[in-house]
C-alpha cells in the first residue's frame, strides 16, 4: 500500500513518485513489473494525470522503463541511486554497501548546514503567518521567487524578475513541464547536445518528441550540425558541458541565440555546475545575453546545497510565462511550503551566500587534494580530460589499458565508478571520479584503493 495524503502540501503525483520510487530501490528486483497506471487509478482513486506524472517522473529518472504493449519495469539502473550492489534473483547473499563510491555528482553529508536549517525551520514553523490549511501559489511562494531572482541577476548575469520564476521539484520536473509546454507551439523536433545529459534526452523522448543529437566540439554544440537539423528547441550546458567540461564562447552564445530567434524556437540552458568552478569566475549566463525572449534557464540547488531538498527553478520567457499560467500546473505546487519558506529565509538573510563561499573553498580543496593522489599513485599512466569545475574529475589511461578489468575488479572490490558513455552517449569516454561526497580526509584512502586496481589493468610497466 501506498501513503497517499490528500490533505497534504505536497501534490499528490510527488508522494505517489516518491512511494513507488521507495518500492523500486527496497522492495523490488530489476525486471520486476510495475502496477499497471489504471490499477493505481483504481485503488487509491487518482485522477489518470497524476498517476502519469509520478510514472513520468520515475521513466525520467532511470527508475523504470516501458515495453510497448506490456507496461512498466523496473530498470537495471536504479541500483545507483541506492548506492548498493543488485545481484540476481537466483543468489542469496545479502546485498553489501560500496566501499568507495566515486559519484560525480553528490555532497559530504557532514556539508549541509544543518543547525542554521533546524533555526530557520522552527521559526518558519513558529511563524503567525504561515498558513498550512491552505492551497499555494502553484509557481511558487512570492517571496522564495523573489530571493532566486535577485541571486541569478547579481550571482549569474539572468535577467528576470520573480514573476519569470518557476520554483520546481528539481531538473526532471522542470524538463517535464517545457517538453508540455513546447509542444503547444508543435515544436517536435529537439535538439541535444552529443554527448549529452541522458535524462534531458529521455524526458523529450518519452513525451513524444523527435530527439536529434547534435555533436558537441571544443566550443560547446557545434551550430553547422545544428543549422542542418530540424531542432526548434535545442537544450545545452553551455557554462560546464555535459560531461566533457566544456565552456561555450561568446561569439559561439550570440550565434547561437540568434539562429534559434531566426527559427521562432528556444534554447533550454541548462546551467550545469555554474557555482563550482575553481580556476576561474563563474561563468556568466547565456541567458543575460538574450534580446528575443527564447532562452529558458534551468538552474537547482541540488549541487550546491543539497540534492535531497528536491529544489529546482525555471526562468520562463514571456510568451511561456503566459502559456504556463493558462495551463493546470499553474495550480500545483511542485515543492512543500515548509521547504519553500526555510529557502526564503536561507536565500534571503545572506546564508546561501556564505554557505556558498565555504562549499567553494571546501570542494576546491577536496578537487586539489585528489589531483596530486592521481599524480602520486598513478604516475605517467592517466590523463586528466576535464578538470577545474564541479564534483569530479575526468580521467582516461594514457597507456595500454584493458578497461573492462577495470569495470570488473571495481565491482569485486565494491569500488563504484562511472563511465562518462553509459550515461551520456556519443563518443566520448571518461571515467567520471567524484570527489564531492567524500570529506577530505577520506580521499587518500578511496584513491589508493582505486589505483591498486588501476595498476592491475596496465597492460604494459609503468613508464
Known sequence: MYRIDPNSSKPLYLQLYEALREEILHERKVGDRMPSIRSIVQQYRLSKTTVERAFAQLYAEGYIESRPKSGYYVAGMHQEASGYVTRGRGESEPELPWRFDFFPARLHRKEFPKRVWKRLQNRV?????????????????????????????????????????????????????????????????YGIES?????????????????????????????????????????????????????????????????????????????????????????????????????????????SLSPALRVGYAVLPYPLLERYRRSYDRFFPRVSLLTQKCLELFLSEGHYARHLRRIRTLQRKKHDRMKELFAQKLG????????????????????????????????????????????????????????????????????????????????TKEP
Not at 557554462?239 to 524556437?265: C, K, Q
Not at 589499458?401 to 565494491?414: G, I, K
Request: proline share 4%; glycine share 10%; with cysteine.
Open 125 to 189: 514553523i513558529d511563524s503567525d503567518d504561515l498558513d498550512m490549511g491552505n492551497y499555494h501559489e502553484g509557481q511558487g511562494e512570492q517571496g522564495l521567487r523573489e530571493a532566486i531572482a535577485r541571486y541569478l541577476t547579481n550571482s549569474r548575469g539572468v535577467v528576470c524578475n520573480a514573476d519569470q520564476i518557476l520554483v520546481t521539484h528539481g531538473f526532471a520536473d522542470s524538463m517535464e513541464l517545457l517538453a508540455r509546454l513546447l509542444r503547444e507551439d508543435d515544436h517536435r523536433e
Open 380 to 459: 605517467a599512466t592517466y590523463t586528466i580530460l576535464a578538470e577545474g569545475g564541479g564534483l569530479a574529475i575526468l580521467i582516461m589511461p594514457s597507456v595500454p589499458f584493458d578497461m573492462e578489468r577495470l569495470r570488473r575488479r571495481a565491482r569485486e572490490e565494491r569500488i563504484r565508478l562511472y563511465f562518462a558513455r553509459e550515461r551520456s552517449g556519443g563518443d566520448f569516454e571518461a571515467i567520471r571520479m567524484g570527489f564531492g561526497g567524500f570529506a577530505l580526509e577520506e580521499l587518500e584512502e578511496a584513491v589508493e584503493a582505486f589505483a591498486g586496481i588501476w595498476r592491475e589493468c596496465l597492460l
Open 195 to 303: 554527448p549529452g545529459y541522458h535524462m534531458a534526452h529521455k524526458v523529450f523522448a518519452s513525451a513524444g518528441y523527435r530527439v536529434e543529437e547534435i555533436p558537441v566540439d571544443k566550443g560547446g554544440i557545434d551550430l553547422q550540425a545544428l543549422r542542418a537539423s530540424k531542432a526548434t528547441v535545442v537544450y545545452i550546458t553551455p557554462s560546464h558541458h555535459y560531461p566533457t567540461g566544456t565552456v561555450m564562447p561568446i561569439s559561439r552564445r550570440l550565434e547561437l541565440i540568434s539562429l534559434m530567434a531566426a527559427r521562432g524556437g528556444y534554447i533550454i540552458e541548462d546551467d550545469y555546475d555554474s557555482e563550482l568552478k575553481y580556476d576561474t569566475r563563474p561563468i556568466p549566463s547565456l541567458q543575460g545575453l538574450d534580446r528575443h525572449d527564447c532562452v529558458i534557464y534551468l538552474g537547482t540547488f541540488a549541487k
